[in-house]
């Protein structure tokens, strides 16, 4: 293929929407939250996913739970209501109808009764009840609270030092296995499970002379192959209903032009996922119906990890390159991108207030994977890279958000397209630095698990944790949790008692505060608190896992990969490539405020303990010369060795004594600081804090960004700042950086965003996402928010629109972005 | 609630003053204002600005008015002051009182005040702040090579900024000497009002000159600034034909120098030099130096003055590219450059 090199395309990168796309795009319902509640009007849960889960579950009782899970699978699919809207190419919905969304009945009981009381209940208020009803002694958190006592269950939901755990929020982040679905279509995986229960049929029956051992392991193995069977052929049945539906409205239909196009989605979907993909539209539906099942119809899963330019490539070469099978243009497979992208933007979750608080501004958190290298290490970026940057700039949607594997051999016409999709201010991609990740990733999971070249076919889970991807290798399921290590400090000056929000005696007692002599004596009382935490959330997450293994099963995702397939395992179960995540929070927070103790309680001498435990006590109120003190104390992000060693010997700490911990399969978890929302809605949760931070206060907003209002130097300090800490000891790190949006859209912007992104590079650091927008604009867009539908910015692992964001966090953006002006 | 200043500072005959004090120190260490990383319009690429403090020129609308006096400033913000009355009680000067007997304004004698800094550090809400510091050398060098690796992706450097790098004529040519020696790319912003054998020195360690031409009129420019303009456009001309890289930078500024003559006159200027400049960059007047003004209590010429939009200088550019003079606004240059 010729190279399209960025001199030839310079004006013409992106082109505006096509009329479809744009009909598309003014119809969709946005399932964004703000403040906890969806903002479009209308926006609420269907009954019918938990209806017929339920209906079958009462059918089957007795039978073995992976059985009834895959049963009521296959009710649902075999009696939902289905639907094609005008003007679609590519079709499925988890729900009945566009404005609504799924419950996940059987995953947990809080959000159960959240919904029943919230403007969001199905219409079918009584059935909902009774189904809540029914499901409150078959939940995984119910059954998770026969294991613990009322302080974990009040360390663990109460939301002060660590978030809840999976059980209580069904939270699940699975990389399916879409090549399978690609390359071998859903009869490929059930003739090989076919193969697979007969095999073991044959060798249960006739096994002579008869080894216990080894041959009572085969029941399990075979109720898990009947259920991926009973999940896949349903499936294939619910696609071919869509096939069916596209010709019914096709022979209803007067345009002839959208009568053909409703006969080319019947063919796809009688095709595929049954059958092997023939070209890009087979493809791209292929991978929606997969996505709508794997997470969000079976069970809930956040995200969209894969690697997409590499999963979809071969297939994009038949049809837009060879022209070989469904031929079309560029711009067609531009279009059809976009039209994926519009079908993620509709896409929502029925989620708990927590969740719906914390993703704020978003459907859910969707994050693609692109570019990179292959296995080999060459080059893995195609104009199909290019193409899914080009969608991105072209439909201004927040979702799907993208992840761009930097490595240094990256082609300009991909930075390029990058570039366009920054500068106008969409927060993505979001950028990861391969060749630090893929190291990190090859020493993350031990000694010669997984290979250099499983490694580079990485793909981020969710916002920022990369797994492996592919038909095998891929770790199933995965679920992270978030600690607060500012809580874990403000508990160390205050004997583990939480005075700011749980009033409770929260850690262990550290001893008086008032009493440490030296910086090592707090250094000491935050360690015990650290990992007080840290043991309760990998304790959380393991009784969460076992309990998902049991009762959470997930036939049809684990029926894809070709490692469940073999061993007869549930993907939950999947041991191999086990790959924990931790989200460590508000390190910089910590950082800083243990930077300002050291030096003005114990060097300088300036203040003692017992005024600094009084003075947080009381908010800093009447404290305010003091404050200031702390407050301008030397702080993170500005090339300050003071401080930054500080911080470095942190974050060194934090993944040292969190791998201290080892998971349900041996695996030890490394962190990833990031922040996700939680850094607004962790504000009342965390006292004032010796960093000058009031009670109340936003947290820092990254992983490793410095504290709003604190990077006084710029972004080449900040990075300086990042390029000091140990990346080889965190599974990765999240930067926001501010952009000046003028100097980004001048015809010198790219030049020199490029000259910083080489840095950024060289440096070795770890991540950056950008948050490029006009603070004037901000400020005009939050007195008439008609005018700025479209007005997109970086929130945290994802992109919201301005707009939807509720006005504590609307100021909470523009903080971040006016210190920039000086650029 | 204002800062009144008694006295209106007369800051040519101060800086006169200290013009003569200057040839007798040529020596003298400046104090720096500002080390400022991620500088992206005073010179190619991503470059860190030394800002020393003084200069001999009173440009009436100059961004820097804290870098004009070579002496320590102090900033007062109003915004942060709760009028607690702590400055005005520790003042060994008597140079701080109140406006009236209400204590709702503060005011401040500068010619009174020995800049002992006892009232920045009594202030307990960091409403008086220290403007320039004594800065080691060795210190300078060390945060300005600390973006070392930014300077080498984008051909960047450090530019010598201020105020005015030739006020100091023997510390800026001992930084740059140290610069040239790391290797590193070298800009220095000037308004080349000073003796040639000054120029000629710091020319040869000097990759790129800013050298401002604020108007070609002799008269307006005696009659804004206090000097005529005739030593600079002879140093330039000089400049010129020792091979200088040279950009020429103009503030663009109401009712001064926005007008089609003015123009026409730097065209035929730079055409008969020996060897053309690099470009001209144009810098449309804005305000937002005034918050700097009220701070240091200084008044501000240009007070209520409307931003100036690039569209209003857009003609110019269009006039000097007409000439075959390369030409930005705003001075952004990039990285591909130089």
Not at chain 1, 212 to 228: C, H, Q, R, S, V
Not at chain 1, 391 to 408: D, I
Not at chain 1, 707 to 720: E, F
Request: hydrophobic share 35%; with cysteine; proline share 5%.
């Amino acid at each position: 293929m010729k190279d399209i090199t960025y001199k030839d395309k310079q004006d013409e990168l992106i082109k505006p929407l096509t009329e479809r796309a744009r009909k598309l795009k003014d119809s969709l319902w946005w399932k964004h939250t703000r403040g906890g509640e969806y903002v479009e009007k209308g926006v609420k849960a269907g009954i019918e996913r938990s209806r017929y889960m339920t209906q079958s579950f009462k059918e089957t009782d007795g039978e073995e739970w992976v059985i009834r899970r895959a049963k009521a699978l296959a009710n649902v699919l075999d009696n939902m209501t289905i639907f094609i809207k005008d003007h679609e190419l590519l079709v499925g919905d988890h729900a009945e109808k566009p404005n609504l969304i799924p419950i996940y009945q059987e995953s947990n009981y809080f959000l159960n009764i959240d919904i029943l009381k919230s403007p969001y209940c199905p219409d079918e208020k009584e059935e909902f009840r009774e189904i809540t009803e029914w499901w409150k002694p078959h939940t995984i958190q119910t059954k998770a609270e026969e294991y613990i006592d009322k302080d974990e269950k009040a360390l663990q939901n109460n939301n002060a030092s660590m978030e809840s755990p999976g059980y209580v929020t069904g939270y699940s982040s699975p990389t399916p296995a879409y090549e399978s679905v690609f390359e071998d279509g859903l009869e490929g995986r059930i003739k090989r499970i076919e193969g697979k229960l007969k095999e073991a049929q044959d060798e249960f029956l006739h096994q002579n002379p008869w080894n216990g051992p080894e041959a009572m392991t085969l029941p399990k193995k075979m109720d898990e192959w009947k259920a991926m069977l009973i999940a896949d052929k349903a499936v294939i049945r619910w696609a071919k209903r869509y096939a069916r539906l596209a010709r019914y409205m096709a022979e209803e239909e007067k345009d002839p032009k959208r009568k053909e196009e409703l006969l080319m989605i019947a063919d796809v979907c009688n095709h595929v996922p049954a059958k092997p993909c023939r070209g890009f539209r087979d493809a791209v539906q292929a991978q929606w119906f997969t996505y709508l099942l794997c997470q969000s119809l079976e069970r809930y899963g956040s995200g969209m990890s894969c690697k997409m330019d590499t999963m979809w490539w071969p297939y994009y070469k038949r049809s837009v390159i060879d022209k070989s099978e469904q031929p079309m243009t560029r711009e067609e497979a531009v279009e059809l991108v976009v039209l994926h992208r519009l079908k993620v933007s509709e896409h929502g979750v029925v989620k708990s207030r927590l969740y719906r608080e914390i993703h704020a501004g978003a459907n859910d958190l969707f994050i693609i994977t692109i570019g990179g290298v292959n296995p080999d290490g060459s080059n893995a970026c195609t104009d199909l890279t290019n193409i899914i940057l080009e969608a991105a700039a072209t439909a201004m949607t927040t979702e799907p958000s993208l992840g761009l594997r930097w490595h240094k051999n990256i082609p300009e016409l991909t930075v390029r397209y990058a570039f366009e999709c920054i500068k106008r201010g969409l927060g993505f991609p979001s950028i990861k630095n391969d060749d630090t990740a893929i190291p990190s990733l090859v020493e993350g999971f031990g000694s010669g698990k997984l290979s250099v070249q499983d490694a580079r076919r990485w793909a981020l889970c969710l916002c920022m944790s990369p797994g492996p991807t592919g038909r095998h290798g891929g770790l199933r399921t995965r679920w992270a949790c978030s600690s607060y290590t500012a809580k874990c400090l403000e508990l160390s000056l205050s004997d583990g008692y939480d005075h700011s929000y749980t009033d409770s005696q929260l850690g262990p007692h550290t001893g008086d505060p008032t009493k440490f002599k030296t910086f090592d004596d707090l250094l000491q009382a935050y360690k015990i608190q650290y990992q007080h935490v840290h043991s309760a959330i990998t304790r959380a997450r393991d009784l969460s896992r076992y309990l998902e293994a049991k009762f959470y099963q997930s036939p049809f995702l684990s029926s894809l990969d070709d490692e469940c397939v073999e061993r007869g395992l549930d993907g939950i179960e999947w041991d191999e490539f086990c790959n924990p995540w931790f989200n460590v929070m508000d390190e910089v927070v910590v950082a800083d405020s243990l930077a300002a103790v050291k030096k003005l309680v114990f060097e300088d001498k300036k203040y003692t303990m017992q005024q600094l435990v009084e003075a947080l006590r009381a908010n800093w109120d009447g404290y305010e010369e003091m404050r200031l003190d702390f407050w301008n104390a030397p702080k993170w992000g500005n090339d300050d060795d003071y401080v930054d060693e500080i911080a470095a010997n942190l974050y060194r700490y934090n993944s040292l004594e969190l791998q201290q911990n080892t998971n349900l399969f041996g695996a030890h978890p490394k962190p990833l600081p990031q922040h996700v929302a939680i850094y607004w809605t962790l504000g009342p949760r965390i006292g004032a804090t010796p960093n000058g931070r009031r009670h109340g206060e936003v947290l820092d907003d990254g992983g490793n960004s410095p504290y709003i209002g604190c990077d006084k130097k710029g972004p080449t300090a900040v990075l300086n700042s990042c390029a000091k800490l140990d990346y080889s000891l965190q599974k990765g790190v999240l930067l926001n950086q501010k952009l000046d949006h003028n100097v980004m859209n001048s015809d010198k912007g790219f030049p020199l965003w490029y000259a910083y992104m080489k840095t950024w590079h060289k440096l070795g650091i770890d991540h950056v996402q950008f948050n490029v927008c006009d603070h004037e604009q901000l400020r005009d867009a939050q007195k008439h928010p008609e005018k700025y539908p479209d007005l997109i910015v970086r929130v945290a692992g994802y992109s919201a629109r301005f707009v939807d964001l509720s006005v504590y966090a609307q100021d909470t953006i523009i903080a971040r972005t006016e210190q920039e002006l000086a650029g | 609630m204002f800062f009144f200043e008694l006295i209106n500072t007369n800051a040519v005959r101060i800086n006169q003053r200290l013009g003569k004090k200057m040839e007798k120190e040529k020596d003298r260490v400046p104090l720096i204002t500002e080390i400022q990383r991620y500088c992206i319009s005073d010179g190619p690429g991503i470059r860190t600005l030394i800002f020393l403090k003084g200069c001999s020129l009173d440009c009436p609308w100059c961004h820097n008015p804290e870098c004009k006096s070579p002496e320590i400033d102090i900033y007062y913000h109003e915004d942060k002051c709760q009028k607690c009355g702590k400055c005005i009680e520790i003042c060994p000067q008597r140079a701080i009182s109140w406006l009236s007997s209400k204590k709702e304004a503060i005011l401040r004698d500068r010619e009174k005040c020995s800049k002992c800094l006892k009232c920045v550090e009594s202030c307990p809400l960091k409403a008086l702040e220290k403007v320039g510091q004594a800065l080691a050398f060795d210190r300078i060098i060390d945060e300005a090579l600390r973006d070392r690796a930014f300077y080498e992706t984008s051909r960047g450097g450090i530019t010598l900024s201020g105020g005015e790098p030739l006020f100091f004529p023997e510390y800026s040519l001992k930084l740059l000497k140290k610069f040239k020696a790391e290797m590193i790319h070298t800009a220095v912003e000037t308004s080349g009002s000073y003796k040639w054998e000054i120029l000629e020195e710091i020319a040869e360690y000097t990759d790129l000159f800013l050298y401002d031409i604020k108007c070609m009129d002799p008269t307006m420019h005696k009659r804004f600034i206090g000097v005529d303009n005739k030593l600079i456009l002879n140093n330039l001309r000089k400049l010129s034909a020792v091979k200088a890289n040279i950009r020429i930078r103009v503030p663009v500024i109401p009712r001064f120098n926005n007008n089609k003559e003015n123009f026409e006159l730097l065209v035929d200027y730079l055409q008969s030099l020996e060897n053309p400049v690099l470009a001209v960059d144009l810098l449309p007047f804005h305000n937002s130096a005034e918050k700097k003004y009220i701070q240091l209590g200084l008044n501000y010429a240009y007070k209520g003055e409307p931003f100036m939009e690039k569209k209003e200088v857009e003609w110019i550019k269009d006039f000097l590219e007409k000439n075959n003079i390369t030409t930005t606004i705003g001075g952004i240059i990039g990285p591909e450059e130089v």
